[in-house]
């Protein structure tokens, strides 16, 4: 399976040119889609996922004409957005069957609910309203509902915001093991989770597409060309005077 991007754009009426001719191919796997707020990323996301038309330019997945065709996309797409609402005195398990009734999934549904749930690594706390999980348990099931219907199209778009360590790996380990069949789009700005999940990636800024290729080819391209150094607090502004300093980090007491 293979999504074709064609010279996408779109402008917002305010005038803010979200996407610039954007042209890429994802295949099959975990793709990244990397950049800073405001980049795009969200609104490429919402335009793959027909919840909004680009301007210009063309989608195609698998055959299907996603900007024209868009009742086909939804029956092959998971998507978790970044923000996404449930009904807070709703059990898990309730909801998640709810979500299945909206899609048209009749038989089998009961099975494929506890199925889901003891994938996302739920099922102990099924019954328990989803106003009392952590941000983790709220996010593993958003992809428990993304994975409903065994979708050919995964999307996620900044789905570890707020989340510690410890969740935001098991996260991404569920997120490795279903996108092994599929086309799974993990959008981000967070470079080491790209590097280390997706064999495929792009980059985008104010819209327009910079990269796209392997992360380990754009790591190669910058060789020799970015440093690390670890300074004292008081040689910030000397650096920053005398180098292009991309960012700092406080590592320890006065570094």
């Known amino acids: 399976m293979e999504l074709a991007i ?46 909004q038309d680009a301007d210009r330019g063309s989608i195609s997945l698998d055959g299907i004409d996603v900007l024209k065709d868009k009742m086909a996309v939804r029956k092959i797409l998971g998507y978790l957005p970044q923000e996404f609402g449930v009904y807070p005195k709703v059990s898990a398990q309730d909801m998640l069957d709810h979500i299945a009734v909206l ?19 739920l099922y102990d706390v ?7 999980f952590s941000g983790g348990m709220k996010q593993r099931f958003g992809i428990a509902q993304a994975l409903l219907g065994d979708p050919k199209l995964i999307i996620v778009d ?19 093991e279903i996108g092994e069949n599929r086309i799974v789009i993990l959008s981000t700005h967070i470079v080491d989770d790209v590097k280390e999940l ?3 990636m792009a980059i985008i800024d104010k819209g327009t597409l910079l990269y796209s290729g392997s992360p380990f080819d754009a790591l190669q391209s910058l060789s020799n060309k970015i440093w690390t150094r670890y300074i004292t607090k008081p040689e910030i502004e000397s650096f920053v005077n005398r180098y292009r300093v991309i960012s700092t980090r406080m590592v320890g007491e006065g570094h």
């Open 158 to 176: 900044e789905p570890t915001a707020g989340l510690d360590p410890g969740e935001r790996n098991r996260f991404y380990n569920l997120l490795s």
């Open 103 to 121: 899609k048209g999934l009749t038989s089998g549904r009961k099975e494929l609910v506890q199925a889901l749930l003891h994938k996302v690594n």
């Open 198 to 200: 997706c064999s495929n």
């Open 6 to 51: 064609q010279s996408l754009s779109k402008t917002y009426p305010n005038g803010v040119a979200a996407l610039q001719d954007v042209t890429l191919t994802i295949p099959t796997g975990m793709y990244g889609l990397l950049g800073p707020n405001g980049a795009g990323k969200s609104t490429l996301m919402r335009t793959i996922a027909t919840l």
């Open 126 to 132: 099924r019954k328990k309203s989803l106003s009392g």
